[in-house]
Every structure is written in C-alpha cells, then in structure tokens.
C-alpha cells in the first residue's frame, strides 16, 4: 500500500503559468481533501470532496480549482498562479466525511510561483 | 468560529527530558481533538485523540488529557528522544463540521543527545 501519494513533489511557477496537482490514494477512502501549508499558520482546507462526484470549498477557496476525477483520485487547479500561492500543499484522505475518521496525508508538493 | 492556539517554537530539548507542548482550542459543540506529527519532508501522521471531556489519548509514549473546563489538549512525554524531533499540530474537528480539521500553527521540536 502506497497510502497517499502526490505529485510532483516540487515545481516552480512563474506569475501567471497554470499547473495541476495530482493526488491518489489507494485505501478505497470516500473523502479527499487539498490543503495548504504556510509558515506561521498551521494547516488550512482549501477543498474537499466527500465522496466520489462531489467537491465543495473549505476555508481559502479562491484561485483554485478541483476535480474528483474517480474515488482514487483527486486533483487541484491553480489556473493563473500568483505570488501568495506559494506554499507547501497537502492532499489526504479519510473513510468517509465522520468527524472522528483519521485523516492519512501525502508527502506534499512545495509550490513556488516567481 | 473554531481555532487552535499553540505555544510558539522552536522547543529545544536534550535526550529523556520531559516534554509539554501546550494546545488551546475556541470551537462550538463537543469537538474532538487530535495530535499530528510532521517528522521532516514528510505528511502528516495521527499522534493521538480524544472525542470527548476528560479523555486520555496516548501513543508511543506521548499523551494527551481533553480538558473540557480549561479548553485544553497539552501534549506530554515523560522522555523525549532524539527520533522524536519533528513539528506537531493539534487540531480540531467540530460537531456537525463534517471532518474538516482545523489546524493550530504547529510548534518544532528539537531533542539534542
């Protein structure tokens, strides 16, 4: 079991360039989320999908979009990077959406946008 | 809205020293509280829990007492070692909140021999 796996692991963006990170997990979870990590300021959702065909806004939605693209696989769209979107990004993933199921995270993808 | 405060870090520390990191959370409802840990270049793991008052949460040695009357999560090992070195979240997920976590900013560890 490969758990949650991202990629790329590192990727640098000039202002304006779009990219897209890829998530997968392999333990027949229903839930994925995409969040964001920057110094200072812990964790923060920026999408989640509760199941496979549903995705709905977290707490710093704007600029980003997603796919739940089947129930492995889940990604995040920057479409026009700016500056303020560098960050390390996390995807996990849980069993379903209970407030008391683990959630397992990737490894991360360190975003840096020129 | 719901928030998690942590102390600030780098915490510094030699081998089997004992080891507080403090966490206090502001949330709606009967939240349950999780410790994570981020050892370098990598995710995060679950370190512990607890889903409701005067809960005792443990793992590996660390563990962690919901304090309902003080809003308090302190994590504690009675003897830190080298391989402990990593930065550890508490977090937060509230009732009816679905499984959103919300994420105090995290505080260092360092264990030195």
């Known amino acids: 079991n490969a758990g949650v796996t991202q990629t790329p692991k590192f990727q640098v963006l000039k202002t304006g360039q779009s990219m897209t990170l890829q998530c997968a997990q392999d333990?027949?979870?229903?839930?994925m989320y995409w969040y964001r990590q920057d110094p200072g300021m812990g964790l923060r959702l920026i999408y989640y999908?509760?199941?496979?065909?549903?995705?709905d806004k977290g707490e710093v939605p704007n600029g980003y979009n997603v796919s739940r693209l089947n129930k492995r696989e889940f990604s995040l769209r920057l479409e026009s990077a700016a500056p303020s979107q560098t960050s390390v990004y996390f995807c996990?993933?849980?069993?379903?959406?209970?407030?008391?199921?683990?959630?397992?995270f990737g490894p991360g993808t360190r975003l840096t946008v020129l | 809205g719901n928030s998690v405060t942590q102390m600030e870090g780098p915490v510094t520390l030699s081998e089997e020293a004992f080891l507080t990191i403090n966490c206090t959370y502001t949330?709606?409802?009967?939240?349950?509280l999780f410790w994570y840990v981020q050892y370098p270049g990598e995710g995060l793991q679950l370190l512990l829990k607890?889903?409701?008052?005067?809960d005792k949460g443990s793992n590996k040695g660390f563990e962690a007492t919901y304090r309902k009357e003080t809003t308090s999560f302190h994590l504690e090992k009675g003897s830190v070692q080298v391989s402990d070195s990593a930065v550890y979240f508490c977090?937060?997920?509230?009732?009816?909140?679905?499984?959103?976590?919300?994420f105090g900013t995290g505080t260092q560890l360092k264990v030195e021999l």
């Open positions: 996990a993933s849980s069993e379903s959406l209970g407030n008391l199921n683990e959630q397992f």
């Open positions: 333990m027949n979870h229903n839930s």
């Open positions: 999908s509760a199941s496979e065909g549903t995705t």
């Open positions: 949330a709606t409802g009967y939240p349950s």
């Open positions: 607890a889903t409701k008052a005067d």
């Open positions: 977090a937060l997920t509230s009732t009816g909140g679905g499984n959103k976590l919300t």
